[in-house]
């Protein structure tokens, strides 16, 4: 089976071939620098022993952990003893077209937006598979490595239902672990997706809570229960997660300045921009930036 086809540079590994979605396998010897993705990255153990750095602390690998890793997340690995990873990645813009019904699945929805979104995560969701849900979601998505360009062209459906499959299992494993098997599951309010997607596809107007309720046609106290509910986030909060998110891609991958940056995801104001984007990171954007100029370009996967 081969890799993952990408590649780090500056401490942003991106996609080398022209897929928006790929599997691989990857044996980990030593360490792995400090870096973050322009992807979504599911990260999983299938084998050996390591240790784990991320916004969720210290962690010490076994096989069937996973880590999801929202675009802009940070990890980096330590003390490898021939650790075997089983590697996903799909780009961050198919959760606004082929992928995104999941936001309205409760379940699904937890997995890519509101665990990573949980305060004090940084964009990062830690989960555990038992071995036989481990084997059959390497089974889903080991298919993804053999179909890369030109093959993507006539198996586009493939592509996309071998990831859901893979994403359910994961969704089904991490909704166990947060709410048990027996609650009753909640789907997302159709005014909630509503609010979602206008909030995304206008990141830089000045919204306030008036404006957004007043384009749903709701009061502004029963969209932020109605919000809290779904999300886990009142609006304006997972307006500025989104914010960051995306400001920090930008950051890792041009060179564009950091007030342009800032005006780029609706901070125009540098200093704003600095605390937000700190607030969610740790660190300001420059800092943010120098951390990836000044990564060892290693080849992943090494």
Not at 67 to 79: F, I, Q, S
Not at 124 to 135: G, I, K, P, S
Not at 141 to 154: A, F, M, V
Not at 236 to 261: C, F, K, M
Request: aromatic content about 8%; charged content about 20%.
């Amino acid at each position: 089976m081969a890799e993952l086809p990408v590649a780090l540079e500056s401490g942003l590994i991106f996609f080398t071939d022209e897929i928006t979605a790929g599997a691989g396998r990857h044996l980990h010897l030593d360490s792995h620098p400090v870096h973050t993705h322009s992807f979504i990255e599911i990260f999983t153990v299938i084998g050996g022993s390591g240790t784990h750095l991320s916004p969720l602390g210290t962690q010490l690998l076994t096989v069937g952990d996973v880590v999801l890793l929202r675009p802009g997340a940070w990890h980096a690995l330590e003390d490898c003893h021939e650790l075997e990873v089983f590697n996903c990645g799909f780009a961050p813009e198919m959760l606004r077209r082929e992928l995104a019904w999941m936001r309205e699945d409760p379940l699904l929805s937890y997995l890519l937006f509101e665990g990573p979104y949980t305060p004090g995560h940084q964009g990062t969701l830690a989960l555990h598979l038992e071995a036989d849900v481990l084997a059959e979601y390497v089974a889903h998505l080991e298919p993804l490595s053999d179909l890369r360009p030109p093959r993507t062209e006539r198996y586009r459906a493939d592509v996309i239902g071998r990831l859901s499959l893979g994403l359910g299992l994961l969704a089904r494993a991490a909704g166990e672990a947060k709410y048990g098997t027996e609650s009753p599951l909640r789907f997302t309010h159709p005014a909630v997706l509503q609010a979602i997607r206008m909030l995304e596809a206008d990141v830089t107007r000045g919204w306030t809570l008036q404006d957004l309720a007043d384009a749903c046609h709701l009061a502004p106290n029963y969209l932020i229960r109605l919000f809290k509910t779904n999300t886990g986030l009142p609006p304006l909060a997972y307006l500025a997660h989104h914010r960051a998110e995306t400001a920090a891609i930008l950051l890792g991958t041009t060179d564009h300045p950091i007030s342009s940056v800032g005006a780029a995801v609706g901070w125009p104001d540098q200093s704003h921009f600095t605390r937000r984007f700190k607030a969610y990171y740790g660190v300001n954007p420059t800092t943010y930036r120098r951390q990836r100029d000044q990564a060892p370009v290693v080849e992943p996967g090494r």
